[in-house]
């Protein structure tokens, strides 16, 4: 079966790093791109960046680019995101989504999410 | 602006046909790549409808269907279920901002 298992709700101080993956299962990480997209309460889902899990490159939104870092082990079939600088405004559900091999930019697997939640 | 507008909420009862919208403009649904459709329930993850404007990916029942027209897409829905109350989130991607964007969600009760 092919699904997308990532880490577990993270509760995190202003001013922290928080380190979230996913975990390939039933597929093979390298042949598909990997992006990340989050989902703030009331808010509409936004993109922030992918990774290419065979050669390693990456492509950042503008609005994360400095706070942000993906990246993969490809013998672990796991992609992390990893973002600093932690605000309550980052609270937030946190899905990586595999994009499809068609192109359109569409993303035909997602994991089920992961909770961020920010507070002093 | 690179935003998707889709109407906050819509309703029909089971077997109807209802139709979501999603309005973007030419640098989103009216480029090359056109609108996606994603249904979410809560705590799953999103499924993906519909991709390149009215392509089903494998395993979407046919009663999901979907168009573009200039800026704009719409998602139709037959013959209406009870499961079948979600979220449902169009998206495209962005040339001027070289992103993928999203609208802001239709949700769906079934009456």
């Known amino acids: 079966q092919v699904h997308i298992v990532q880490s577990g709700a993270e509760v995190k101080k202003p001013g922290a790093s928080v380190n979230v993956s996913c975990r390939a299962s039933?597929?093979?990480?390298?042949?598909?791109?990997m992006h990340w997209v989050r989902q703030a309460p009331g808010q509409r889902p936004e993109w922030m960046g992918w990774i290419n899990p065979d050669n390693g490159k990456t492509y950042y939104s503008q609005t994360f680019r400095d706070r942000i870092t993906i990246s993969r082990d490809t013998s672990a079939a796991t992609a992390y995101m990893e973002l600093t600088s932690l605000r309550s405004e980052d609270t937030a559900v946190y899905y990586c989504?595999?994009?499809?091999?068609?192109?359109?930019?569409?993303?035909?697997?997602w994991g089920r999410g992961t909770l961020v939640s920010v507070s002093s | 602006q690179s935003l998707l507008t889709q109407p906050p909420s819509v309703s029909g009862a089971p077997g109807q046909r209802v139709t979501l919208s999603c309005t973007g403009n030419r640098s989103n649904i009216g480029a090359v790549y056109g609108a996606n459709w994603y249904q979410h329930l809560p705590g799953a993850a999103p499924k993906l409808l519909i991709y390149?404007?009215?392509n089903r990916p494998s395993g979407v029942p046919a009663r999901f269907s979907a168009s573009k027209s200039g800026t704009s897409a719409s998602l139709v829905i037959a013959g209406l279920q009870a499961e079948d109350e979600a979220d449902y989130y169009c998206?495209?991607?962005?040339?001027?901002?070289?992103?993928?964007?999203f609208g802001g969600g239709t949700k769906l009760t079934v009456l």
């Open positions: 998206q495209s991607f962005d040339t001027s901002v070289s992103a993928p964007v």
């Open positions: 390149n404007n009215n």
């Open positions: 039933g597929y093979a990480l390298t042949k598909y791109a």
């Open positions: 989504a595999r994009e499809t091999n068609w192109g359109y930019w569409s993303f035909d697997l």
